[in-house]
């Protein structure tokens, strides 16, 4: 799991599940993990690190044993995605607060913007394989 980036984003959310997809299907080396903010997993990491992740209305981004949150963790899995790797560099030299800001600002109405219910697909064994849940049966630690 060290070699491995883990993203928490909200389960709940339509839009954050319509996200998710998008990296899976993009990361085709699979180096995201993926647990909703809710999960046994996320409390798990929250303790581990001393973050309660579950109450951060953000994305989050865990790697080489640092987490990052809202326009960082975006912009972060993003450069992992070789087609946007050089896209991406460009939003880093925008001032975190302003990157933020904008974040805020989309995390605030998600909701509303995306009010159409989807059902959530049902994965593929391949796609299963990169959730903690399932991982975290088969390793003892990351």
């Known amino acids: 799991m060290r070699h491995h980036g883990i993203i928490l984003f909200d389960g709940d959310c339509s839009l954050c ?3 998710v997809r998008w990296i899976i299907q993009r990361d085709s080396q699979g180096y ?7 999960s046994e997993e996320s409390e798990w990491l929250s303790q581990r690190f001393g973050v309660p992740f579950s ?3 953000s994305v989050i981004l865990i ?3 640092r987490y990052f949150t809202r326009s960082t963790a975006v912009l972060r899995i993003l450069q992992r995605l070789t087609r946007f790797s ?3 560099r460009l939003f880093f030299l925008i001032p975190r607060p302003l990157r933020d800001a904008v974040y805020r600002f989309a995390a605030k109405n998600r909701h509303r913007w995306n009010r159409r219910k989807q059902t959530c697909p049902v994965p593929t064994p391949e796609q299963q394989k990169r959730w903690l849940k399932h991982l975290l049966k088969k390793e003892d630690s990351f």
């Open 17 to 19: 599940n319509g996200w």
């Open 86 to 88: 050089v896209f991406t």
């Open 32 to 38: 995201f993990r993926f647990a909703s903010l809710k």
């Open 63 to 65: 790697e080489q044993g």
């Open 55 to 57: 109450t951060l209305d």
